[in-house]
């Protein structure tokens, strides 16, 4: 079976780091990986993708300075590393694969693999 878990989300307060992992377990993470976030009551959107190669890496601009995209091949994780968080992180963030090794597209519907999501609230 085809399985990715997410980890290390929490609560923090305004301003602190979470670094959250998506593992593979039942197949080789040879594909792109993309992590989606959703807050309550908005549409699930895609925020950062990273190809199977690590050669091509994608960030949404208004991440750019906070968050950072990474893989380990050898331990079939994906990270995101997330630092200065702010309260407008909060949301319950995803990773998501598909038949795809490159960061072509980040809408929901061509990922077919998904994780349980972790949630990630950032509060004083």
């Known amino acids: 079976q085809v399985h990715l878990v997410e980890s290390g989300g929490g609560l923090v307060q305004p301003g602190g780091s979470l670094r959250l992992s998506c593992t593979a377990s039942g197949f080789t993470l040879d594909y792109a990986i993309v992590w989606f976030r959703q807050a309550p009551g908005k549409e699930r959107e895609g925020i950062s993708c990273?190809?199977?190669?690590?050669?091509?890496?994608y960030l949404e601009d208004s991440l750019k300075g906070r968050f950072a995209i990474s893989r380990d091949n050898a331990k079939n994780t994906v990270y995101l590393q997330m630092n200065n968080l702010k309260l407008g992180d909060t949301a319950v963030y995803y990773c998501?694969?598909?038949?795809?090794?490159?960061?072509?597209?980040?809408?929901?519907?061509?990922?077919?693999?998904w994780g349980q999501g972790t949630q990630v609230t950032v509060s004083s």
């Open positions: 998501a694969a598909g038949l795809l090794s490159d960061c072509i597209t980040m809408s929901p519907a061509d990922y077919d693999y």
């Open positions: 990273i190809s199977t190669s690590n050669s091509n890496t």
